[in-house]
């Protein structure tokens, strides 16, 4: 079985301050990870996905995320947080023969001013 | 451009009646995926089809159904609703290993 865990409900950062919100996770095989966005009475929108090579993922709106096979986590950070950053972000998980992925229960990002 | 759309976007509807939501995807994808959003529950999968024909049970089918026709569309089924299941129901669609695609949520209340 896979399974995803973010273990903060909520990540809080003042703007222009680095953030990271954490992921970690469980999985057979080799590992297909993603982090998705989420803004008030939205959508889930796509971020960035690890699926195979550098360990470093760059993905939209100068977010980024680090693969960490050792420690099975997959944080997303971003160098210098804005207001507009704010939203609920979720990680997911899928194994490489399974067709369906994982979601996280959510961390909730308020980057005040 | 492709886009995947639900329809309602709102539906009051009474306990005991059924309800048909609409999932329509126009990027071509196989994957296609049912997921309801409750508060300090994150995403739960409802059903998922990997192609027309295919429909398959997730971690809280139970008073669910789904078929699928055609390529397009997945429709989801309460046979008959319940109060537990108001919530926020999306409809995503992806290709083999790739990200998915969400639609905008129907937000489903049940009385």
């Known amino acids: 079985a896979q399974s995803v865990a973010q273990p903060e409900d909520q990540v809080n950062v003042a703007e222009g301050n680095p953030l990271t919100v954490k992921c970690t996770y469980s999985v057979s095989g080799n590992p297909y990870l993603f982090w998705y966005v989420q803004y008030p009475n939205r959508g889930l929108q796509f971020l960035l996905k690890?699926?195979?090579?550098?360990?470093l993922v760059k993905g939209s709106y100068g977010f980024e995320a680090e693969f960490n096979k050792s420690q099975t986590s997959f944080h997303l950070k971003k160098p210098s947080a804005l207001v507009s950053d704010s939203a609920l972000y979720f990680c997911a998980v899928r194994g490489t023969n399974a067709g369906k992925s994982t979601f996280g229960d959510g961390t909730t990002l308020t980057v005040k001013p | 451009d492709a886009e995947i759309t639900q329809s309602p976007r709102h539906k009051i509807t009474e306990t005991g009646r059924q309800v048909t939501l609409a999932c329509h995807q126009t990027w071509n994808h196989n994957n296609m995926f049912w997921y309801r959003q409750d508060l300090g529950h994150g995403l739960r999968l409802i059903h998922y089809?990997?192609?027309?024909?295919?429909?398959n049970k997730g971690e809280v089918s139970d008073g669910y159904s789904v078929s699928r026709s055609n390529t397009e569309d997945l429709p989801l089924t309460l046979e008959s609703a319940a109060s537990s299941q108001t919530s926020v129901y999306f409809c995503a669609s992806s290709e083999h290993e790739n990200e998915q695609f969400f639609g905008p949520g129907t937000r489903l209340t049940v009385l």
């Open positions: 089809s990997y192609g027309v024909q295919d429909t």
């Open positions: 690890y699926i195979t090579g550098d360990n």
